[in-house]
T-cell receptor, first 116, second 112 residues
């Protein structure tokens, strides 16, 4: 069983829809949770960064973390064609980048297409 | 903005060749990472470094080595390239404290 599971999709939605992207994980030590967006032929870029449980909002994006269920979500409101990309969840046990605990474990990525 | 630059976007190499992938970051980050990305498998960590001349194995280090002689540069070396090393290679860096990773644009390596 992988430490982080993410539905690879693909997911296709009409413009303006609310998109829900999800990841589950098995390592209870994970405390730092991130979402990355990756456009075709580009490297991933950091979209959201959260610590422990709770919600974080940034414009049309909301990240939710439920540590009791080992489940994280990214919601995109009023989705746009420019949101079409692969979305990767990532998490780590520690913020100490110089240790094995600080390294990120990624989900497989969900391919999202928003059509006009 | 932090910039992570990978020297090549596309590379084609022959089986058995020694291959060098170079990565440079311009924001004095302590930590640097090499991942490979494959369809259905996501990103997998090959090696990382948290200081000059320091390195640690990631999840899939076999067939690879790394070098970090200067803080801003982290090189990935394929000692003898094989076809199963055909992949997208991504370099990333992050500071010692809070924050996510900053990735380069990737190098798509094909070994024939």
């Amino acid at each position: 069983q992988k430490e982080v599971e993410q539905d690879p999709g693909p997911l296709s939605v009409p413009e303006g829809a609310i998109v829900s992207l999800n990841c589950t994980y098995s390592n209870s030590a994970f405390q730092y949770f991130m979402w990355y967006r990756q456009y075709s032929r580009k490297g991933p870029e950091l979209l959201m960064y959260t610590y422990s449980s709770g919600n974080k909002e940034d414009g049309r994006f909301t990240a939710q973390v439920d540590k009791s269920s080992k489940y994280i979500s990214l919601f995109i409101r009023d989705s746009q064609p420019s949101d079409s990309a692969t979305y990767l969840c990532a998490m780590s046990a520690s913020n100490a980048g110089g240790t094995s605990y600080g390294k990120l474990t990624f989900g497989q990525g969900t391919i999202l297409t928003v059509h006009p | 903005d932090v910039k992570v630059t990978q020297s090549s976007r596309y590379l084609v190499k022959r089986t058995g060749e020694k291959v060098f992938l170079e990565c440079v970051q311009d924001m004095d980050h302590e930590n640097m990472f090499w991942y490979r990305q494959d369809p259905g498998l996501g990103l997998r960590l090959i090696y990382f470094s948290y200081d000059v001349k320091m390195k640690e194995k990631g999840d899939i280090p076999e067939g690879y080595s790394v070098s970090r002689e200067k803080k801003e540069r982290f090189s990935l070396i394929l000692e003898s390239a094989s076809t199963n090393q055909t992949s997208m290679y991504l370099c990333a860096s992050r500071p010692g404290g809070v924050g996510g990773y900053t990735f380069g644009s990737g190098t798509r390596l094909t070994v024939v």
